[in-house]
């Protein structure tokens, strides 16, 4: 098998079927089948599995969990970039999440609600704030508020409202993946800027491999000092691209110390994704939703006070299920700004069903 099927290949030699992956994986328990299995079927029929290799989350649990340290997260991985080369995929579902597009989910929220950040914009500095998509879209107080403490002590301070591209990255655009980075690293170049400082585990990940520039995290870039003082009875939700290096989580951990941290059953690298993961919920919304409910059980377990999580992406899934215990992103807790995150969901579908439903659709239609 080529080069660029190594997990799979691996699958098909090494994976013992012992079965522990599918007891941690809802996608695999649902389908019954070992990684080996399905690593048989995709080689000898991958159009027949695309809406599996499109249902799996990215989330890395199953990498964690293998005795054998096989990946099936690289496996699907490898299958998307060949339904892509073959013109199979992406699917049409996924047409609002390509943010190598103009429009995409994240700019016709902001045009429609009128989020923008001009004003914190500059031609040139040293730094620069890059919230990401999730956060500059769907928390613009936190934004604005991070900014301004940011700017308390990097005082060449701009602000970059864009995506880190990890959304077609794991779709399998590896080649659009790749030019928009540069043309990312181009923009940052154009603004002088030699450090980017990221709020997302997500963009600081992905970021730190390929920008060729200093990538540090909010929870660096601040002092202490900037964080309110918390007390209660808190839970931590980590976020699946912290799941290896767990920088994030122990940052959080660490300034919220003040408070008693009653973990989840599964939590820091065992932790369960929220359903966010892999843009699986765009093929398989119902799978997506059995990790929410998953997620809000264990936290509900723990009588905590909070769900804290450091992804605002996390908190947008945690919150589209009503729950006993309050879902807070770990910066609204630490710098005491309210957002009101239960607005999310049902503006979104107001972009496809209001007064300019026509007009988004069209936008994102024009783009294919």
């Given at each position: 098998?080529?080069?660029?099927?190594?997990?799979?290949?691996?699958?098909?030699?090494?994976?013992?079927?012992?079965?522990?992956?599918?007891?941690?994986?809802?996608?695999?328990?649902?389908?019954?089948?070992?990684?080996?299995?399905?690593?048989?079927?995709?080689?000898?029929?991958?159009?027949?599995?695309?809406?599996?290799?499109?249902?799996?989350?990215?989330?890395?649990?199953?990498?964690?969990?293998?005795?054998?340290?096989?990946?099936?997260?690289?496996?699907?991985?490898?299958?998307?970039?060949?339904?892509?080369?073959?013109?199979?995929?992406?699917?049409?579902?996924?047409?609002?999440?390509?943010?190598?597009?103009?429009?995409?989910?994240?700019?016709?929220?902001?045009?429609?609600?009128?989020?923008?950040?001009?004003?914190?914009?500059?031609?040139?500095?040293?730094?620069?704030?890059?919230?990401?998509?999730?956060?500059?879209?769907?928390?613009?107080?936190?934004?604005?508020?991070?900014?301004?403490?940011?700017?308390?002590?990097?005082?060449?301070?701009?602000?970059?409202?864009?995506?880190?591209?990890?959304?077609?990255?794991?779709?399998?655009?590896?080649?659009?993946?790749?030019?928009?980075i540069e043309k990312l690293k181009e923009r940052i170049?154009?603004?002088?800027?030699?450090?980017?400082?990221?709020?997302?585990?997500?963009?600081?990940?992905?970021?730190?491999?390929?920008?060729?520039?200093?990538?540090?995290?909010?929870?660096?870039?601040?002092?202490?000092?900037?964080?309110?003082?918390?007390?209660?009875?808190?839970s931590i939700h980590d976020s699946c691209p912290d799941?290896?290096?767990?920088?994030?989580?122990?940052?959080?951990?660490?300034?919220?110390?003040?408070?008693?941290?009653?973990?989840?059953?599964?939590?820091?690298?065992?932790?369960?994704?929220?359903?966010?993961?892999?843009?699986?919920?765009?093929?398989?919304?119902?799978?997506?939703?059995?990790?929410?409910?998953?997620?809000?059980?264990?936290?509900?377990?723990?009588?905590?006070?909070?769900?804290?999580?450091?992804?605002?992406?996390?908190?947008?899934?945690?919150?589209?299920?009503?729950?006993?215990?309050?879902?807070?992103?770990?910066?609204?807790?630490?710098?005491?700004?309210?957002?009101?995150?239960?607005?999310?969901?049902?503006?979104?579908?107001?972009?496809?069903?209001?007064?300019?439903?026509?007009?988004?659709?069209?936008?994102?239609?024009?783009?294919?």
């Amino acid at each position: 098998m080529v080069e660029e099927f190594l997990a799979t290949k691996e699958m098909l030699d090494r994976c013992s079927e012992c079965l522990i992956c599918i007891q941690e994986c809802q996608l695999l328990t649902k389908l019954g089948k070992s990684p080996r299995e399905i690593a048989e079927n995709l080689s000898q029929n991958p159009q027949a599995y695309k809406n599996t290799v499109y249902s799996c989350l990215q989330c890395g649990l199953c990498n964690i969990v293998c005795p054998l340290s096989l990946s099936p997260k690289q496996m699907f991985l490898e299958w998307r970039r060949k339904l892509v080369k073959d013109g199979v995929a992406p699917f049409r579902n996924h047409s609002f999440s390509l943010t190598d597009k103009k429009w995409n989910i994240y700019t016709l929220y902001r045009d429609n609600y009128g989020i923008s950040y001009t004003d914190l914009e500059t031609s040139n500095c040293d730094t620069l704030f890059f919230p990401g998509c999730n956060m500059s879209t769907f928390a613009p107080k936190l934004t604005r508020t991070v900014f301004s403490q940011l700017k308390r002590v990097h005082e060449s301070l701009g602000i970059l409202v864009e995506c880190c591209q990890k959304p077609i990255l794991d779709l399998g655009l590896q080649e659009r993946f790749e030019k928009a980075i540069e043309k990312l690293k181009e923009r940052i170049a154009k603004q002088g800027a030699k450090r980017l400082i990221t709020a997302c585990p997500n963009c600081y990940y992905t970021l730190k491999k390929c920008l060729g520039v200093e990538v540090l995290s909010i929870y660096d870039a601040l002092p202490e000092a900037a964080f309110k003082k918390i007390a209660g009875v808190i839970s931590i939700h980590d976020s699946c691209p912290d799941r290896e290096e767990g920088f994030f989580g122990r940052k959080v951990r660490s300034i919220l110390s003040g408070c008693q941290i009653i973990e989840m059953k599964h939590s820091k690298e065992n932790a369960i994704c929220c359903g966010a993961g892999g843009l699986a919920s765009a093929v398989d919304p119902d799978l997506a939703l059995t990790y929410v409910k998953m997620r809000l059980e264990e936290a509900k377990a723990t009588q905590a006070e909070y769900l804290v999580t450091y992804c605002v992406a996390c908190v947008n899934m945690l919150t589209a299920v009503p729950s006993e215990i309050k879902i807070i992103h770990a910066l609204n807790l630490l710098l005491d700004v309210e957002e009101d995150y239960s607005q999310v969901q049902p503006n979104l579908q107001r972009l496809f069903t209001g007064a300019r439903a026509k007009e988004n659709i069209q936008k994102i239609i024009s783009q294919l």
